[in-house]
């Protein structure tokens, strides 16, 4: 009895030891993830709109190689198929971000220009009204809202879509910064009448 104890031990860590042995490195798989990544470090969309899955493809990536150092290959390539996975989610991601951009920023700049006429007629008209405004501040609020849009076109039409959006926003709120003022001393010249 202790005999066949003895011969099957040996037997499991021969074959153990054989199995050891014979494992591969993961070559091919570990090459496909460091391609997969690297794509989605290059891709811009990616990076500006699916950083945080871009970071977990970089760190699958670094398990992947520690692992393969370490000669746990099973391991390793299970990591390599998460980093490709990550990489590949990251590019749709990116897609899909900048999709979503590209509308936010088509919505946004195509409502600046009606609006900077808009503001323009309404100090035209607070001027003309005599209304106790600083027209020298209002100018140079308009000057600079005016100037926050054209930038806002050109940064859309460069497909610079989050800078469009940041210059839109600016832009926008000083308009309407601008006519609330016009509003107000609307309402309280009318009220002293």
């Not at 390793?76 to 509308?103: C, L, M, N, Q, V």
């Not at 020298?136 to 879509?161: C, F, K, P, T």
Request: proline share 2%; charged share 25%.
């Amino acid at each position: 009895m202790k005999l066949h104890i003895a011969i099957f031990a040996c037997f499991a860590l021969i074959t153990g030891l054989f199995a050891a042995s014979c494992a591969k490195e993961p070559v091919e798989e570990m090459n496909n993830a460091a391609e997969a990544v690297t794509r989605a470090e290059n891709d811009i969309d990616a990076i500006t709109f699916a950083g945080s899955t871009v970071a977990r493809a970089r760190e699958a990536l670094a398990q992947m190689y520690n692992e393969a150092a370490s000669k746990r290959y099973d391991s390793a390539k299970s990591y390599a198929a998460e980093a490709i996975a990550a990489a590949e989610r990251a590019i749709s991601e990116g897609r899909t971000g900048a999709a979503r951009a590209h509308d936010e920023a088509f919505a946004l700049v195509s409502e600046l220009r009606p609006l900077a006429e808009e503001t323009r007629q309404g100090i035209d008209a607070a001027h003309s009204a005599g209304l106790p405004l600083d027209f020298n501040s209002v100018e140079r609020d308009y000057i600079a809202a005016y100037s926050n849009s054209e930038q806002a076109h050109e940064a859309y039409s460069d497909n610079q879509y989050q800078e469009a959006l940041r210059l839109g926003r600016a832009a926008r709120s000083e308009f309407i910064d601008i006519n609330q003022q016009i509003s107000l001393v609307a309402m309280e010249a009318s009220r002293t009448k």
